[in-house]
Each structure stands twice: as C-alpha cells, then as structure tokens.
C-alpha cells in the first residue's frame, strides 16, 4: 500500500503493524486510536456553479480532467467495499454536486448498498440552485437528507461573497427542500468577520421559518488562495454569545461523532448547531473519510497525504485490493489536524477539490 504526499508531512506518522492490512474485510475500519469510521464523503465533482471567497478564486482554476473523474460504476464499487466494512452514511459533496450530470443514477446506485445492518444512509451537501429541478427525482432514487450551504440572505452580500448574483435560486432551493419529506434538513453558513457576523441571528430565525437547522461553521484554512488568517475567523464563542443575545440556549447532549454541537432555543424545539473544527475541534470522534472526485482516499479534511484507488479500480485489482487500500488509510489517520501545530500546513487542495 503506497500514500502520496500532497505537502510536507506536519507530523510524524504512527507506525503500523503491516499485518494490520490484512484485516479480514467486513472487519470494522477502526483506526490505531479506535475510532471506528462509518461515514464516507464522496465528491462528484470539484466544479461550482459560485466562486465563494473563502474557498476558490473567481477566474483561473485548473478544474480536474474529465478522464479522472470516477464514474458511477466505480463510485458504487467502492461505496459497496466501505459499507461491508461498516460505514452506514454516503454524503455526496463537490464543488456543487448537482452540477454532475448522472447525479440521480448516483445516488440510486449508492441507496441500493446494502451493508451487514442492512441499508446506507445517502445525504448531500449542496448550494441549492439546482434543487427544485432536480430533487422529486433525487428523493424518488432514496436521498435521505439534505444540507444546504447559505452564508447570508442579504442579496448584495450574497452576490459579492459568491461573485454570483444567484440568492433568489438558492432560497427556491431551500424552500423545496423545506416542502419535501427530507428531514432533518440543515442550513449551513460560514460565519465571517466583517461578512456576515452581524447576520447571525437573523440568518437562525430564516432557518427556523423553513423549518429547518441553522449550523454555523468556523472559517478554516482551506481556501485555494491560502489566505486564512486566524484572527479573522468568528469563533465558536463569539457565535454563542451573539445568539444568546437573542435566545436562551441549552445544550443538547449526546453529540456523539457529529461534528456539530447542537444547543435548543429557548428551550426547544427549535435547535441551532456550531461546527468549531478551529477552536473545540471533535477529532477524537471523528468517523469520517473522504474519496475525491479524481479517486483519492484522504482519511482527514486537513490530510496532505492521499491514497491514490485510481490504480486498483482500473487496473483489474480485487475488492480484497481495494479493502486493503481503505485500511492502510484509516491507519494512517493522526490523533488531530493540529492547526495549532505551529508546523502545520494548508492541505494544497482548496475546498472544492477535496469536497465538502
């Protein structure tokens, strides 16, 4: 088994018993801190119908070739090799996911995985524009949920933050998911300093008016540009006393491994969620890992080392192969991310690249 290296490596790898690899599949994929991984991410694409700031440039991006792309028959192949070793939940992510032009079969393919529980959960991480064509057929093909990613409702913000004056697509979006049965249905938002930080309560209360839960997200070091500067960044603090000018909240327990932490509002039902990968990261409880639209296995969002599948699936390698490949990744996994490390490095991959 081989890694590739997209950057220095900012700490020093855990060393691994090469018997380890031989796990027998339809073992748990369960790391050398036990964690045991039951979430993969599956992006479709890395191309976006918005040039959001914090994480691609507007002009000037060297899209993936289309030759690299996995298809559907490798896509399901690998996601019917994860689900025999345990992993219940496929979120399809991008760049924009409903830009990918089979994404129905996709999904139909992947919500017919069957694993040793019985069937996978299939969720998807999308901005929106492209919902209200394509969700009666996405649901009717056994989506489950749906997050939608929406940083303001404030269409002269929107259009400089995105560089697209799209905000009337994304709230038609939004308001068909809200009037689908897809549930729980989640609004994320990436809270910025001198963006969108005076928004935050009143981008809850238009959550709340779908029906639907608000989750903020700290800003990370993933943009393209590698300009993602700490002291910029609203923290989990800063969102939780904002939001408790306006409501009384309670935590909510029982987190386990989501990455939000979820509080009610003013007692329930009503609920607001904090992803704070920066300041209160959840790494020991991670169960996550990521395939990249061009094949890459990454067992961390701030990994720079991959693991390349392309190889097996289209070198006539066995499923027992590609098993293998999935184990020497999660074995590899460190503790953290370590962005306070002070040798820690930008994955060389924006956001959109390696989904979402």
Known sequence: ???????????????????????????????????????????????????????????????????????????ERVARIAAAAGVTTFRLTGGEPLLRRDVVDVVA???????????VQIAMTTNGI?????????????????????????????????RRDRLPEV????????????????LNAVAMRGVNDDELVELVEFAVSQGAQLRFIEQMPLDAGHTWDRAQM??????????????????????????AERWRLDGGPDTVGVIASVTAPFCGDCDRLRLTADGQLRNCLFSTTEFD????????????????????????????????????????????????
């Open 130 to 162: 492209r919902l209200p064509e394509l969700l009666p057929d996405l649901v009717a093909a056994g989506l489950s949920r749906v997050n939608v990613s929406i940083d303001t409702i404030r269409r002269d913000r929107f259009a400089a933050l995105t």
């Open 234 to 259: 609203v923290t989990r603090e800063e969102i939780l006393g904002a939001l408790s000018a306006r409501w009384e909240l309670t935590p909510v327990p029982g987190r386990g491994g989501a990455p």
């Open 1 to 75: 088994m081989s890694a590739v290296n997209v950057g220095m490596p900012r700490a020093r790898l855990p060393e691994i018993d090469p018997s380890a690899y031989e796990a027998a599949p339809g073992a748990p994929l369960v790391d050398t801190f036990g964690r045991v991984h039951r979430d993969l991410r599956i992006s479709l694409t890395d191309r976006c119908s918005l040039r959001c700031t914090y994480c691609m440039p507007e002009q000037g991006n060297e899209w993936l070739a289309r030759e690299s792309i996995l298809t559907v028959d490798e896509i």
């Open 171 to 186: 709230l038609e979006g939004i308001a068909a998911a809200a009037a689908s049965d897809l549930r729980p249905l989640k």
């Open 109 to 119: 393919r992947l919500a017919a995985v069957r694993g040793p529980d019985g069937p």
């Open 309 to 356: 599948l392309v190889p097996l699936l289209r070198g006539g390698a066995g499923d027992d192969d590609l098993d293998g490949m999935l184990r020497a990744c999660i074995l590899r996994k460190l503790p953290g991310h370590a962005i306070d490390d002070p040798g820690f490095l930008q994955p060389a991959r924006g956001m959109n690249a390696i989904g979402g």
